[in-house]
Structure formats: structure tokens, C-alpha cells
């Protein structure tokens, strides 16, 4: 059986996951209908973002470790 701690954590993730990704969809439907039309998703975009959330998810498993 899991451990609670380890339960929660995962439940912790998942919501902050969630959100993080329904707000990113809304900003993104709000700039297409500021624009009036349509945003696409170049190659370009989908590196930066990889690259960022990968930044991110370094900086979290950095975290409690003491390194800056």
C-alpha cells in the first residue's frame, strides 16, 4: 500500500497539473480571440515550451536538495 504522504503528493500534482493546463488553454483561446483567428502551434513553439516545462520540472525535483 502507498504511502499517504506519497498519495497526496501525486493528488497534489495532478490538480496543479490540471489547472496549470486549463489555464494555459484559456490564455491561449483568449490571444485567438483577441486576434480573430485561429493561433497555430508552430515546431518552434512546441520546442520552447518542452524546453520550458522541462525547466521547471528540474526546479521542482531541485527542491529540499539544497542546491542553488
Known sequence: MM???KRNALIVG???GLLSGLIAAYLWIQRAEQSQSQVKLTAQDGVKVGI???SVLKQIAEL???RR
Request: avoid cysteine.
Open 52 to 54: 520550458s516545462v522541462l
Open 64 to 66: 529540499g536538495t539544497g
Open 14 to 16: 495532478a490538480v496543479v
Open 3 to 5: 504511502e499517504p504522504w
